[in-house]
């Protein structure tokens, strides 16, 4: 077995690991990246935002349960997380509202990906693409490095100063699913890229780090229930991100969740449904302000009724309310108690008076026909569930302390996010620069 050494050895090459490649190159470090795909960027590449909440009493309301120093790590790094993709010659535009509470920058993920890499390479560094990690090499409780196989059977050791897990969750894989985000998990489409089936959660564990938190939920989007996805480019399309503006029932045909808190909080609350499907119920206002309209300024607007028709999901057409009163039996749904959740919501909405569940954002009635229904589902980008680190991005053991030598960073943590979310890229960029900057300190180097 041929054995080499580098100051940082990074397994996966997503933006997590890519950007702490560049950034650990940049810092003077000799780099490896590992990735058991064919090509780098994960699921970076399907994604166009970084955002997250623009302070830490902002981020404390909207994500109260999630880890405190990790949350505010990621608040008051952003700024430089964004200063660090100008400085690659990479365009992040001004700073737009995203979400009801969030601020972010747009960015082309794709040239930010390829421009790390050409970073790494040109640089110095190694990029190993299609090849498995085998295994942490751990001596003495500290890990040293690791064992790769490669698709050709060749295998190979390198050993590191200091290894970053950055494999981008577990999401690919039902089992871990079902463990540790809800029992039915595995019903839920995958809204990611393939590879990332809890590799690294798995080294980790067995390096003896902490994994956690229990119930974290994860972060996903409602999408129309039938419709399997045919290509990246459906992980945005077929989200149904208009959904907080909009009434969603379940199969009992009752209202269960604020949606106005947000589509990705909707998705997890319709997980732990009857079969973990609804019917998403819009107006023409909704419809043509939200459902044709750019979800957030600068994207492409798709008209995702429409869209859903064509693919053959579940979609109809009310011309009134009355009928509402006529779903199709053999969905499940019972139209009347559904009508009449719609009626009565619009006459909570038009007296002032709080529906049950509450409506803490778009309290305007959907008093405006046609009406516009899709039934939907709930499909899984990451958990939350993950490897537990500080932060400075050193992974924890089940003792709270670090474990010797070994970092994570983006989706294969967690801790971060409970139940709530605020950005899932902005988590991989600032804490793969922050995994870089810790290598390169000299306890990581001596």
Not at 4 to 18: H, K, Q, S, T
Not at 289 to 316: M, T
Not at 337 to 353: D, I, P, Q, Y
Not at 398 to 419: F, K, N, Q
């Amino acid at each position: 077995m041929h054995t080499e050494g580098v100051d940082l050895l990074i397994i996966g090459a997503g933006m997590a690991g890519l950007t702490a490649g560049a950034r650990a190159v940049r810092n003077g470090l000799s780099v490896a990246i590992v990735e058991i795909g064919a090509d780098v960027g994960g699921s970076a590449r399907f994604a166009g935002y970084a955002w997250t909440a623009p302070s830490r009493e902002v981020m404390d309301q909207h994500n109260p349960h999630g880890d405190v120093a990790l949350k505010h790590a990621l608040v008051d790094r952003f700024a430089h997380g964004i200063s660090w993709i100008r400085s690659l010659g990479v365009e992040a535009k001004d700073a737009q509202r995203v979400l009801s509470f969030g601020r972010g920058h747009q960015f082309d993920t794709n040239h930010y990906v390829d421009t790390c890499r050409r970073i790494i390479v040109q640089g110095g560094g190694e990029l190993l693409l299609e090849t498995h990690t085998e295994g942490l090499v751990v001596e003495q409780g500290v890990v040293v490095g690791a064992d790769l196989k490669a698709t050709d059977g060749t295998r190979r050791r390198v050993r590191a100063r200091t290894t970053l897990l950055a494999t981008g969750g577990f999401q690919g894989d039902s089992a871990l699913c079902a463990a540790h985000v809800h029992p039915h998990a595995d019903r839920m489409q995958l809204r990611a890229n393939p590879h990332s089936t809890g590799g690294g959660y798995r080294l980790a564990t067995r390096a003896g780090a902490a994994t956690g938190p229990d119930d974290a939920g994860f972060y996903g989007h409602l999408i129309p229930s039938g419709i399997p996805f045919a290509d990246p480019a459906d992980f945005v399309d077929m989200s149904l991100y208009y959904s907080e503006h909009a009434l969603l029932f379940n199969l009992r045909s009752e209202r269960f969740v604020d949606e106005t808190l947000g589509d990705h909080l909707s998705a997890m609350a319709l997980l732990e449904q009857p079969e973990s499907r609804g019917l998403l119920i819009a107006d023409a206002r909704v419809f043509r302000d939200w459902i044709v309209g750019s979800y957030v300024e600068g994207a492409v607007a798709v008209d995702k009724f429409a869209l859903a028709g064509k693919r053959g999901g579940r979609v109809g057409l009310a011309e009134d309310l009355d009928e509402l009163a006529y779903l199709p039996e053999e969905w499940g749904y019972h139209g009347e108690t559904v009508r009449n959740a719609v009626k009565l919501f619009n006459e909570h909405a038009s007296t002032g008076a709080e529906p049950v569940p509450g409506r803490e954002l778009d309290r305007l009635p959907l008093d405006e026909p046609p009406y516009y229904v899709i039934e939907t589902v709930p499909a899984i980008t990451f958990p939350f569930h993950g490897v537990r680190i500080d932060d400075r991005a050193r992974v924890l053991g089940e003792d709270g302390r670090p474990v010797g030598g070994l970092l994570a960073a983006g989706s294969d943590t967690g801790g971060l996010w409970h139940r709530a979310y605020a950005g899932g890229l902005a988590s991989a960029l600032i804490f793969g620069l922050t995994a870089a900057d810790t290598a390169a300190e000299p306890a990581h180097r001596s």
